[in-house]
């Protein structure tokens, strides 16, 4: 267990549709960030949030968004779902020395 | 840009034997470098990871990894793997700090057979 706790496990959902998914790091870590895992893509990295504020921006598309609160949990919102959304969804916390550790992951089916 | 490939899509090995998984990155800065392990329907669980130092590396459940600045490599290895080995590995790399973004390569599946 690492600690990053994701939920929820799994999503399904229908095309055109808008999902969120919620992560909360581990205890005083103050980064979060968020990855894609898909079978053509494979691991990618989305965004980046540090006590609150954007601090790096991947391959995130124009439909999703994320935040990161005052309680340091973050949301990633996904709209106008297609097809190809449907992938592996991780989020991850950094330690003390900015090693990453990931949580479950939410699973998103768009059908 | 930095990227990380992994040269073995597939892994084949028998339980008990040793087995290396490669990993090459490209970089232009300085680099900090991880190995996860993926098992079946689970998230990614860190390894190892390389941030300064020795280039010799020791991680969980037996492997290790080394770091090759030269050759910029940082292979995995375990001398002996159990059948609970079986799991996708991720090399990733983070450029600049590292606590950056990590980049991973495409994954190296071990099936550990009998």
């Known amino acids: 267990d690492s600690g990053v706790t994701q939920t929820p496990k799994h999503l399904i959902t229908a095309t055109g549709q808008r999902v969120t998914l919620r992560c909360s790091p581990r205890?005083?870590?103050?980064?979060v960030y968020w990855y894609q895992q898909s079978l053509d893509q494979g691991l990618q990295f989305l965004i980046q949030y540090y006590n609150g504020e954007e601090r790096a921006k991947g391959n995130i598309l124009e439909r999703f968004s994320a935040q990161q609160f005052p309680d340091l949990h973050s949301e990633l919102n996904l709209s106008s779902l297609e097809l190809g959304d449907s992938a592996l969804y991780f989020c991850a916390s950094s330690g003390p020395r900015g090693e990453q550790y990931f949580g479950p992951g939410t699973r998103l089916t768009v059908t | 840009a930095q990227s990380v490939t992994q040269l073995d899509s597939q892994v084949p090995v028998f339980e008990e034997a040793p087995v290396e998984l490669r990993c090459n990155y490209s970089?232009?800065?300085?680099?900090?470098l991880f190995w996860y392990v993926q098992y079946p329907n689970q998230g990614l669980q860190l390894l190892l990871k390389y941030l300064s130092g020795s280039t010799l590396v020791k991680g969980i459940n037996g492997f290790e990894a080394e770091f090759n600045k030269s050759q910029t490599s940082f292979h995995l290895r375990k001398p002996s793997v159990h059948i609970s080995d079986t799991a996708e590995y991720f090399c990733?790399?983070?450029?600049?700090?590292?606590?950056?973004?990590?980049?991973f390569g495409g994954g190296t599946r071990v099936l550990v057979k009998p």
């Open positions: 990733a790399v983070a450029q600049g700090a590292a606590g950056n973004k990590l980049t």
């Open positions: 205890s005083g870590d103050l980064s």
């Open positions: 970089s232009s800065v300085s680099v900090y």
